[in-house]
């Protein structure tokens, strides 16, 4: 294994792009108005918990689960990427993607669930279709490489980041205007859309080398 610091920060940015942390505190407060501050920790935790699980396992396991269904890292690479490419549109427009909120029904049975910390806010509004996509490729790009320890590295910097923006939300929320979400929300999505359009271009070489 190496380290590969500028792999290390292309995970780092990938995540925090296609997860968002800061623009998704408004709706981790929307979604736990009425508790207790003490409660609210502990979903936030849940939430870490959850997001953090779905990430090794995306990230390690991926692949091994792809092949159950006959389906290669490679030919997936496409297939993520236009997902992913979705996504950063859905953010370069102001709008939300449906892969990362729940349907109208799904929201009506949540008004009624005491825990929302796996769904909807650990589940898909944090680790969405995009974000697993995301995590199965640069896990492989990872093993490939052998830089396995920079994909952790990058991975959990960006898990100590969303620590901070869900502890903290009450806080951050203060210095969070709908301007600024607004901002950061097309920002990430210019950098997500370069990343969804490099991951097409490297499966359409893998799968027609021809191309160079």
């Given at each position: 294994m190496s380290w590969d610091i500028p792999f290390a920060i292309k995970v780092f940015t990938a995540m925090f792009a296609i997860m968002n942390p800061i623009a998704n505190v408004p709706?981790?407060?929307?979604l736990t108005d009425g508790i207790t501050d003490r409660d609210r920790i502990k979903v936030a935790w849940a939430v870490l918990i959850a997001v953090t699980i779905g990430c090794v396992v995306s990230a390690a396991a991926g692949a091994a689960i792809l092949a159950v269904f006959g389906v290669t890292v490679n030919d997936f690479r496409i297939a993520g990427g236009i997902m992913?490419?979705?996504i950063a549109l859905s953010?370069?427009?102001?709008t939300e993607s449906s892969q990362?909120?729940?349907t109208l029904s799904e929201?009506?049975?949540?008004?009624a669930a005491e825990d929302v910390a796996i769904y909807p806010l650990a589940i898909p509004l944090l680790l969405g279709p995009g974000a697993i996509a995301t995590l199965i490729v640069l896990g492989q790009t990872a093993r490939n490489a052998h830089t396995e320890m920079s994909m952790a590295l990058g991975?959990?910097?960006f898990l100590v980041i969303l620590a901070i923006s869900l502890l903290g939300a009450p806080y951050i929320a203060r210095y969070l205007s709908a301007k600024a979400v607004g901002i950061a929300r097309r920002l990430?999505?210019?950098i997500l859309a370069a990343i969804a359009v490099q991951m097409m271009v490297s499966g359409i070489r893998n799968a027609f080398p021809s191309l160079g």
């Open positions: 709706l981790f407060l929307s992913v490419l979705l953010m370069l427009h102001g990362h909120n729940p929201a009506e049975a949540l008004a991975l959990g910097a990430m999505g210019m």
